[in-house]
């Protein structure tokens, strides 16, 4: 049993769908949350610069002791998995690989679409993942940018963003997708209105779900639990104006 918390880090609100399905998924765990509000959005950045800003909070959250990682952003998940899985002695969690693996698990047709950050995207990230779980599928992708800019302003709802979303699927339900990949964390919190613009055709796969499992799963596998004696403790981390900012 191992009783260091989890740390969990976005660049703004998305983030906080994948904290909700992992205190659905392991209520006892402690967890650091930081999210970089003060450099939203990572989507329109460069890769590269998103990496800088990713190692800077994973340094952060190393130093208060986490012993496990998860990346809740498509984008940095993206531009730094693997940097910093490399630098680390502890399990590291990307939000990009558990939706891909479910997706590829999940269509019969073998094709797939997801909607995403712009930066997400272009580095071809989903791609590689379902490339590398099953040749054969085709990845169809739309970077659905407007989506996260409404949700950051707390439009969740209404004519205006069926709209949007409506425009964004059409042109992945010309490729006559069976699945679709909510590629960005921002997007659970909006996918009730993503549901209906698929009108139940398509199966709607949330990485903040899949994610969480991951995260159940690795604790498992490493013996590294809450022994769930105390209650857990949630500490939050931001970058904003209206905070300190840390990094």
Known sequence: MDNRPIGIFD???????VLREIIKEVPNENIIFFGDTARFPYGPRELGEVKIFALRIADFLYEQNVKLLVIACNTATASALSDI?????????????PGARTAAAATVSKRVGVIATRGTVGSKAYDNAINKIDSEIKLFSNAATLLVEYVEEGILEGSMLDKAI????KPLFKEDIDVLILGCTHFPLIEGSIKNCCDGSVKVISSAIETSRDVKNTLEKFNIENDGEIKPQRI???????SKNIL
């Open 166 to 169: 409506c425009g964004y699927l």
């Open 85 to 97: 899985k490399a630098k680390f002695n502890i399990p590291v969690i990307g939000v990009i690989e």
């Open 236 to 242: 939050f981390y931001e970058t904003g104006n209206t």
């Open 11 to 17: 660049s703004g609100l998305g983030g906080l769908t």
